[in-house]
Each structure stands twice: as C-alpha cells, then as structure tokens.
C-alpha cells in the first residue's frame, strides 16, 4: 500500500532522519579523498594506485545511479534502503581491515554501489510529504545530501590526521549502521507501482527519456551547471596551494562556506511549492553564473578580499546549484509519480556526467589558462544552463497560449 502523506509535525521527525540519512551515506564515496597519502603511505601504493580509490568509488556510484535507482519503483523503497545501509556499514567496516591494492579497489567500488541508497531516500521524501509541502520536504533531504558531500573531506581529512584512516571508515561505518536501525524504526512500506521485469524497466527508462522533453532539458541544465561545480572545486586546492600558499585545510574551509550555501535550500523547495519550480530553476542557475562572473574581480582585489570574494562566491553558486537542483527534481517528480525511481536516475545520469567532465575540463583549463580559464568554464556552462531554462519556460508559455 501507498504510505499516507504525513502530517507537518510527523514530517519533520522523519526527514531529518532521511536528511541524515542521505548525507552520511553519500559523504562515503568522498571519506577517501584526503586520506590517499595516509593509505598509500599504509599500504605501499603508487601515485595510480591511490588515484584509483576514488575513481572506482565515483564510478560505482555512477553505476549504481544508473541500474539499482530504477528499482525503486519495482521494490519497496524502505526495504531497499535498509538493505542498501547494511551493506553499506559492512562495506565500509571491510574498507578498513584492508591490506592491499585490489581488495581495497573492489571494496571502494561496491561502496559507491551502495552509497546510493542517498538517491533512494529522495523520492522517499517526496512520497511522504504532506501535501503542498514536497518542495520543501525534498529540499531538506537535498541539503543533508550536499552537506554529506561538501563536508565529508573536512571530516575525514580531520580524522584521519588525528587517528588514521581505517579509525575514519570505522566510524564512517557505525554511523551508517545507527542511521539505518533509526531508518527501520520509523520509515513506512512503500507502494510498488511497477510490476516490470528488471530488463524491461531499464528499457522503459529509454521511452521516459523520449517522452518527456522536461526531463530531457532538466538532465542537460543540471549537467551543464555540475560543470561548474566540479571544475571549481577540483582545481581550488591547487590554485590556493600555487598563489596564496595554501594547503588542502584551507579549501576544506571554502567548503564549509559552500555548505552555508546549500543550507538555505528548503527556501527553494518552499519557493518551488509557491512559485512553481521551472521559475527557480532560472533564477538557481542565474545565481550560479552571476557569482562565478564575481570572480573576475578577484585581480582588482587585495589578496585577502580575494579569498574572502572566493568564499562569498561559493555559498553563492552552492546556493544557486542546490536551489536549481531541488526544482529539477519537484518538476521532474511530477511528470509520472510512479517512476520516480527511474526519472531520478535519469536526472542523476546528467549530474555525474557533468561532474565528470567539470572535473576533466576543469583540469586542463588550469594548466592552459590558469585560475581565469576556470572561471570562463563555469560561467560559460551556468549560462547556458541558465538559456536552457529559459528557453523551456518560453516554449511552455507558447504552448499555453496555444491552447488558450
């Protein structure tokens, strides 16, 4: 059966729950990235070996978004997540018994297979809040989401230096476990609204993507404002290394500032409910283009007004990514509420492939052109996710006008 909608004051309890819940398992696939010296140093690996950790783990994620997400709307969700969080603890507590390269490549893997769960629990929120309020109610999830992914390195980074890193996905593994039994005590059954084979619902996501031009322009705008997103913080702790002399602490503060952004998001859920969400989708990714432009400004600045324009710039674009984020997916929930599931990893698909190239082009254009080249990529992708959006908002207007 459907669960009921949940009262405001029931809501509340549950998706702070689910908001922790979404960010402690998503912040698994990031726990590794500043703890690569500490397991290379441990385990004897090459500068490869460790960059494979975190690329295997990403790319599990990846897989995961792209064939487990779809069973959500063939399986109850509340049993695929506390399947999803089991295997997530066991993974990570193996994580760090691990004494070599391949079991260590594996594990990372499965990890990002399983820290999927996070994508699992959104359409969950959205499922279960009351009417009126899914905007909101998914807002909140999504900002436990992008907290889990912008201070996971702080913390683990913090930890590891502390007490090593096997202690960090130690802990990293009891907080999933304690998360998922507070997730079996409170967390409804789902209704199943497909009775689809596994190789016929991965077909049928296809027919999703061709019949709903919505989806396809709010898979492409997200993608393009990731871009952004990626390119700037996989070349920030190499730009305050070469010109402010900066290590990696201090672009995990940045991401702290970033994390102040994405805070205000259940404003933008709450903005969505009132105002429709295709609305802020624009003014999400106009805000993600208006304050990587401020960062042109940085060569008329004092090295200080510099960092704190870098700073400023960030809660302004997580603000704006989050914010644009939120609405894709209230609009992209509401073209068939039975795939939700499917719609999700889809929607998601465009996100990491645009994080995969913001990360790729990011690079590159460092090393050609410096901090500059950066910062035109990113402008350049939240434009044109901006004129994405905008053109999708004139299209429907026509076709309003058209009917009327």
Known sequence: MTPTPLSSREAGWIIFI???G????????YYAQPLLPLMGANLH??????????????????????????????HDRRTLILLKSAALAVLLLLCSLTDQLTSLLVVS???GMAATMAQDIVPAAAILAPAGKQGKMVGTVMTGLLLGILLSRTVSGLVGALFGWRVMYQAAALS??????????????????????YPQLMKSMAHLWKRYPALRRAAVAQGFLSIAFSAFWSTLAVMLLAHYQMGSAVAGGFGIAGAAGALAAPLAGGLADKYGAGRVTQLGAGLVT???????????????GQLLLIGLSAIGFDLGLQSSLVAHQNLVYSLEPQARGRLNALLFTGV????????VLGSRLYVVAGWNGVVVLAVVTGAIALAIRLRESARLASIARAVR
Do not use: C, K, N
């Open 352 to 359: 990491f492939i645009g994080m995969a190239l913001g990360s």
């Open 18 to 20: 689910l908001a922790l």
């Open 109 to 111: 893997l499965l990890i």
């Open 45 to 74: 690996l090459s500068v490869e070996g460790m960059g494979l950790v975190p690329t295997l783990t990403q790319a599990g994620y990846a897989l995961g978004i792209l064939f487990l997400l779809p069973l959500g709307d063939r």
């Open 22 to 29: 979404a960010g402690f398992s998503v912040a698994s696939i």
């Open 176 to 197: 999933i476990a304690l998360i998922g039994l507070l997730m079996w005590r409170i967390l409804p059954r789902f209704a199943i609204h497909s009775t689809l084979s």
């Open 290 to 304: 208006l304050s990587f432009a401020l960062m042109f400004l940085m060569p008329l600045l004092p090295p200080h």
